[in-house]
Antibody, heavy 113, light 107 residues
Framework: EVQLLESGGGLVQPGGSLRLSCAAS????????MSWVRQAPGKGLEWVSG????????DYANSVRGRFIISRDISKNTLYLQMNSLRAEDTAVYYC??????WGQGIMVSVSS | DIQMTQSPSSLSASVGDRVTITCRASQSISSYLNWYQEKPGKAPKLLIY???SSVGGVPSRFSGGGSGTVFTLTISTLQPEDVATYYC?????????FGQGTKLEIK
């Protein structure tokens, strides 16, 4: 079964850090470009970051560039999002996605004091 | 950044109706356009990619069209299970921006 499973979310104080993980199974993870997409409460979808399939080229939305780092471990079939200097406006459900065809169930990140 | 604008923002239609949602890009994106269906508490589901290519398993009543800057998602015969919010997204250039969403309800 093709599956993406996010973990690592939770409540963090402003300025804090969190690392999200996304475990892939049932497909050739190394062959897929992967992305993180978020949705703030009651809001629309926002693409956050992406990493290419082969060269591992990374890209970021302006809103997170310099604070978030996307990476992948092919040996573990896992995608990561290291989130630093978190702000209240980063509060959202975070989804990992494979070429936008495959989606995880989402994980909540709340930034609040 | 490329801006994506959907219309209408909300829509109420009857079962059996033909429904069309429009998505406009602020510049040409060729056919790099995806359509998603999102239901409450669920992850987005890709319906259409490359403007008009249907994802396997998606009911045939969903179709996409357009190129350049204007795109459409059409539901040929609305069903009760189609109640959802629909988003378009351009995959032409980074950042891969989404439209604001169209909330579809049944009359």
């Amino acid at each position: 079964e093709v599956q993406l499973l996010e973990s690592g979310g939770g409540l963090v104080q402003p300025g804090g850090s969190l690392r999200l993980s996304c475990a892939a199974s049932g497909f050739s993870f190394s062959s897929y470009a992967m992305s993180w997409v978020r949705q703030a409460p009651g809001k629309g979808l926002e693409w956050v970051s992406g990493i290419s399939d082969s060269r591992g080229t990374t890209d970021y939305a302006n809103s997170v560039r310099g604070r978030f780092i996307i990476s992948r471990d092919i040996s573990k079939n896992t995608l990561y999002l290291q989130m630093n200097s978190l702000r209240a406006e980063d509060t959202a459900v975070y989804y990992c996605s494979g070429t936008f065809h495959i989606w995880g169930q989402g994980i909540m990140v709340s930034v609040s004091s | 950044d490329i801006q994506m604008t959907q219309s209408p923002s909300s829509l109420s239609a009857s079962v059996g109706d033909r429904v069309t949602i429009t998505c406009r890009a602020s510049q040409s994106i060729s056919s790099y356009l995806n359509w998603y269906q999102e239901k409450p508490g669920k992850a987005p589901k890709l319906l259409i990619y490359a403007a008009s290519s249907s994802v396997g398993g998606v009911p045939s009543r969903f179709s996409g069209g357009g190129s350049g800057t204007v795109f459409t998602l059409t539901i040929s015969t609305l069903q009760p299970e189609d109640v959802a919010t629909y988003y378009c997204q351009q995959s032409y250039s980074i950042p891969y921006t989404f439209g604001q969403g169209t909330k579809l309800e049944i009359k």
